[in-house]
């Protein structure tokens, strides 16, 4: 997959120029693109969004509200593809620089940029600068007809937004966040309901009394709202918090038996852990969360545990053999280091066996 950061490339760069100055002929379109397309292989994604949204500014010889008039203009030629609205967010990283001194023009141009996009970095320095007005915002957005605008309203004040500033008041406070929340735990829209979620699943990282109060106040009640609860609720489950996995019917499994758990004794870097078990019971084995975790060896010799899903479902029968595969080739997001590791089998939240393994 080739990496995001290539979408802001030359031919995007002489693209954006092309339209600015069709709607401005002030812009001074060669410098701009000279100036640009010098810096920008050697840049990564957002170094090369900022270079592009802030050299706007050096050569567009206009004020701020001027400016705006014109990239509105430029934001139809943004198309709904994927990548035409990874690109637009450029619209946005220019309001986040330069728009802090006029609210009430740059929220209307965030709202503008969100469609087929997303303004959720930039607003976000308006949410801790003018957090009464934007939040108001937020939530006028939150009951907008337009999908864009609601995922806008809940994405935008997620305490934990990767990628974006924190909102280190709303980790401590979430209470803002839930006004927004409630008004869109019903929505309809999928892309919405992903929103929500995350922005629940966030304030469950500092408050995660909150979010059980939240899933017990209105699980059950609507399946768009389900939907988000069980998403929202990830961390929670991964950790084995008792009351949310009760809350989803995954109470503890005293009457499930592991048998003939076999791990392979070692394995060799870049090829593939097997593991297999057998689950047995008197009884249907019933609603089951069943889940594995590896504690894979750090560079100084500690233990670091990851947790992953095999499978949540009601099992009818009263065993069931599972086989899995663990692939220890080369990834970009985990490091692997040799030793004794350890391989934990966990239903319902609860650790019920564990075997060593050792990675050569």
């Not at 009394?209 to 609507?222: C, D, Q, Y």
């Amino acid at each position: 997959m080739e990496p995001f950061k290539n979408l802001f490339n030359v031919q995007f760069v002489i693209s954006l120029a092309h339209y600015i100055h069709k709607y401005e002929n002030q812009f001074q379109k060669e410098d701009y693109v000279a100036c640009v397309t010098q810096q920008l292989e050697s840049l990564e994604l957002k170094q090369r969004m900022r270079l592009i949204s802030t050299a706007i500014d050096t050569f567009l010889p206009l004020e701020y509200k001027q400016s705006l008039e014109v990239l509105k203009k430029v934001k139809s030629h943004f198309t709904p593809e994927e990548s035409m609205g990874l690109q637009s967010m450029v619209l946005p990283d220019f309001v986040e620089v330069y728009g802090l001194h006029d609210f009430e023009s740059s929220m209307s141009a965030l709202e503008l940029f969100t469609i087929d996009s997303s303004s959720e970095f930039a607003v976000r320095h308006f949410i801790i600068n003018y957090e009464e007005e934007t939040m108001f915002k937020m939530r006028e957005f939150a009951q907008s007809q337009n999908e864009h605008l609601r995922r806008f309203a809940s994405e935008g004040c997620r305490p934990r937004l990767p990628w974006a500033i924190a909102l280190p008041k709303y980790k401590n406070d979430p209470s803002k966040v839930f006004e927004v929340l409630e008004l869109l735990k019903y929505d309809e829209s999928k892309y919405v309901q992903k929103s929500v979620a995350n922005n629940l699943n966030d304030i469950s990282k500092d408050n995660p009394s909150l979010v059980v109060e939240f899933v017990t106040n209105n699980i059950g009640k609507n399946k768009n709202c389900d939907w988000i609860l069980k998403h929202a609720s990830r961390t929670l489950l991964k950790q084995g918090n008792q009351e949310v996995l009760r809350l989803f019917g995954f109470i503890q499994a005293s009457h499930v038996n592991i048998d003939d758990f076999i791990v392979d004794e070692s394995v060799e870097f870049g090829d593939i852990l097997n593991f297999e078990f057998q689950l047995n019971s008197s009884e249907p084995l019933g609603n089951l969360r069943i889940e594995y975790a590896i504690d894979f060896v750090k560079s100084n010799g500690k233990q670091s545990r990851k947790i992953f899903m095999i499978s949540q479902s009601n099992i009818k029968a009263s065993d069931k053999k599972i086989t899995k595969k663990y692939s220890f080739k080369p990834i970009s997001t985990r490091k692997y280091y040799k030793g004794i590791h350890g391989l934990a089998l966990i239903i319902n939240g609860i650790e019920l066996k564990k075997k060593e393994f050792v990675l050569n």
